[in-house]
């Protein structure tokens, strides 16, 4: 059994600029506290892990952009680069899903956040989840 569990969802469209972080949404369900709260926490675009130890994440999402291109979406762990997932967007506004997983180490505490690029138009983000467990 795992010691913490997040899941958090965002429905909304997000129109971004290429590079923009992208609001991770709300928690649907979750559990696991440490001294100070939950052990998983959301604060504006970062997702705070807030205990030393091994999370897998599991991300996903419906991507498009207001022009053809690839589109990648990245999970970034205190600035650095973990995991990424990319397609190609055909036509303008078609969509693509992009689903990864990634496994972090926490040390003390860590922020994570996803960032979408484009290579031509504006990137646009629904139906992102991710699922967060520690083990």
Not at 18 to 44: I, Y
């Given at each position: 059994?795992?010691?913490?569990?997040?899941?958090?969802?965002?429905?909304?469209?997000?129109?971004?600029?290429?590079?923009?972080?992208?609001?991770?949404?709300?928690?649907?369900?979750?559990?696991?506290?440490?001294?100070?709260?939950?052990?998983?926490?959301?604060?504006?675009?970062?997702?705070?892990?807030?205990?030393?130890?091994?999370?897998?994440?599991?991300?996903?999402?419906?991507?498009?952009?207001?022009?053809?291109?690839?589109?990648?979406?990245?999970?970034?762990?205190?600035?650095?680069?973990?995991?990424?997932g990319s397609e190609a967007i055909a036509a303008a506004d078609g969509p693509a899903s992009i689903s990864f997983p990634a496994s972090v180490k926490v040390n003390c505490s860590?922020?994570?956040?996803?960032?979408?690029?484009?290579?031509?138009?504006?990137?646009?983000?629904?139906?992102?989840?991710?699922?967060?467990?520690?083990?």
């Amino acid at each position: 059994m795992s010691k913490a569990l997040a899941f958090i969802s965002n429905n909304a469209a997000q129109a971004l600029t290429s590079g923009a972080n992208v609001s991770p949404g709300t928690a649907q369900h979750g559990f696991g506290c440490t001294r100070c709260g939950r052990t998983v926490q959301l604060s504006g675009t970062n997702i705070n892990l807030r205990e030393s130890g091994y999370y897998q994440v599991d991300v996903g999402a419906t991507v498009s952009a207001t022009a053809a291109g690839n589109v990648t979406l990245s999970l970034y762990q205190d600035g650095a680069l973990v995991a990424q997932g990319s397609e190609a967007i055909a036509a303008a506004d078609g969509p693509a899903s992009i689903s990864f997983p990634a496994s972090v180490k926490v040390n003390c505490s860590s922020a994570l956040t996803l960032v979408v690029t484009s290579t031509a138009g504006a990137p646009i983000v629904t139906n992102i989840y991710t699922t967060i467990e520690k083990a």
